[in-house]
C-alpha cells in the first residue's frame, strides 16, 4: 500500500461523514424518499474520494490550513456524484461500486434530479462557506465553473464520437477529450483550488494545476487499461463495458492505427456486443497491435513528468511526499 493509500484510508471516513451533512431532510416526507435518501445512499457508496482529499494535500502543500479547504473539497466531490448519476444513464450502465445505478434502482427521471441537486451544490457549498472572504470565493468559483464546462466539453466528445460511430480519430483528439472528460476536475482543479485557498504563489498552483493534470489523465488512461485487463479494480465497473459502448479509449484509437485487424475491431466496436468471447476477441486484438503495453506507457511517462514538475516547484512537506505518492497510485492499481 502506497503512502497516499494510507493517507486515503484515513482521512476518508471522516470527509464521508462531512459530506452525508450535505443531504438533510427536504421540508416534505417525499422529499427524503424520492431526492434526499437516494443521493444520501449514493454519497455514502464510498469511492476512494482522491478528489476532495487531494484538495486538502494541495492547501497543506503551499502552508495553508487544510481544514479551510473542507468545503471546497466537498463541492468537487458534489461534482463527481452528479457526474457519475448522469454518466451512467448516459452510458447505460448498470452498476456502479457493484450495486445497481440510481437510475436502475430510481428510475431515471429521479436519478436525473437526484444529480442535478448534487450539481446544484457545487456552487452553493462554496457560497456559503463562512471560511472564506469573498475575493477568495469568486476565483474559487470561477475554477468551478470551469471545471463543470470543461468536463461537460469531453463528455460530449466522448458520447458522440461513439453515437456517430467515429473511427478516424487520433491520439491527439483522444487527449484532448480526455483532460477534458477527467483531468480537469480529477486532478488539475482540485490541486489548484487547494493552493488557492491554502495562500499558495502563482507559480504554486499553477505547478499544482500542471502536476494534477497530468496525474488525471494518466488516472484516465489506467482506467481505460482497468475496463479492458483489470482485475480486482475492474470489478466494480462492467467489465469490458468500454467495447460495448464503442468507447475511443487510448487503447482502441491506437489499435485501429496499427492493426492489421482494424476491419474486424470496428466491427466489434460498432456491434455493441456483450458476449464475453467477443469482449475477450477485441481485446486480444488490441493486445496484439501492442495497444494495451502503450497506454500503461504512455500513463507511466505522464506521471514521471508530472512528479518531476512538481519537486521542482515546491518545497519538500508530507503533503508533496503524499501528492507524489498519489501520482504513483494513479498507475499502479491492479491490472
Known amino acids: 500500500m502506497t503512502g497516499f493509500e494510507r493517507y486515503l484510508d484515513r482521512t476518508a471516513k471522516k470527509f464521508d461523514e462531512y459530506l452525508l451533512t450535505f443531504f438533510e431532510d427536504g421540508s416534505h416526507p417525499d422529499m427524503t424518499r424520492y431526492l434526499y435518501e437516494p443521493l444520501r445512499r449514493f454519497s455514502d457508496n464510498a469511492g476512494k474520494r482522491h478528489r476532495p482529499l487531494i484538495c486538502l494535500l494541495a492547501c497543506e ?16 466531490e458534489h461534482f ?18 457493484d450495486v445497481p445505478c440510481m437510475h436502475v434502482t430510481e428510475g431515471e427521471g429521479l436519478a436525473i434530479n437526484a444529480g442535478d441537486l448534487a450539481l446544484s451544490l457545487v456552487c452553493g457549498t462554496v457560497v456559503d462557506d463562512e471560511g472564506l472572504d469573498d475575493a477568495t470565493k469568486l476565483r474559487v468559483l470561477g475554477e468551478l465553473v470551469s471545471m463543470t464546462t470543461r468536463t461537460i466539453e469531453g463528455q460530449a466528445l466522448d458520447i458522440g464520437w461513439a453515437r456517430d ?20 476536475y480529477s486532478g488539475g482543479v482540485p490541486l489548484a483550488v487547494g493552493a488557492i485557498i491554502g495562500g499558495g504563489t502563482e507559480e504554486q498552483i499553477e505547478a499544482l494545476r500542471a502536476f494534477g493534470m497530468a496525474a488525471g489523465l494518466a488516472f484516465q488512461i489506467q482506467d481505460d487499461v482497468l475496463n479492458l485487463v483489470g482485475t480486482k479494480e475492474a470489478t466494480k465497473k462492467d467489465f469490458r463495458s468500454d467495447i460495448t459502448e464503442g468507447k475511443r479509449t487510448l487503447v482502441a484509437i491506437h489499435a485501429l492505427a496499427n492493426s492489421p485487424e482494424r476491419e474486424r475491431l ?7 456486443t456483450t458476449d464475453p468471447d467477443e469482449l475477450a476477441e477485441a481485446v486480444a486484438i488490441m493486445e496484439r497491435a501492442g495497444s494495451i503495453e502503450y497506454a500503461k506507457r504512455y500513463a507511466r511517462d505522464l506521471v514521471e513528468h508530472a512528479k518531476a514538475g512538481l519537486k521542482a516547484a515546491l518545497p519538500p512537506s508530507r503533503a ?8 504513483d497510485f494513479f498507475v499502479k492499481r491492479a491490472a
Open 61 to 76: 502543500a503551499v502552508g495553508g490550513d487544510p481544514q479551510r479547504a473542507w468545503p471546497a473539497a466537498a463541492a468537487i
Open 80 to 97: 463527481h456524484t452528479a457526474a457519475l448519476i448522469h454518466d451512467d444513464i448516459e452510458d447505460s450502465s448498470l452498476t456502479r461500486r
Open 165 to 184: 460511430g467515429r473511427f478516424d480519430l487520433t491520439i491527439e483528439d483522444y487527449l484532448v477529450m480526455a483532460n477534458h472528460k477527467t483531468a480537469f
Open 266 to 272: 470496428v466491427e466489434l466496436l460498432s456491434a455493441h
Open 320 to 327: 508533496r511526499t503524499l501528492l507524489l505518492s498519489m501520482a
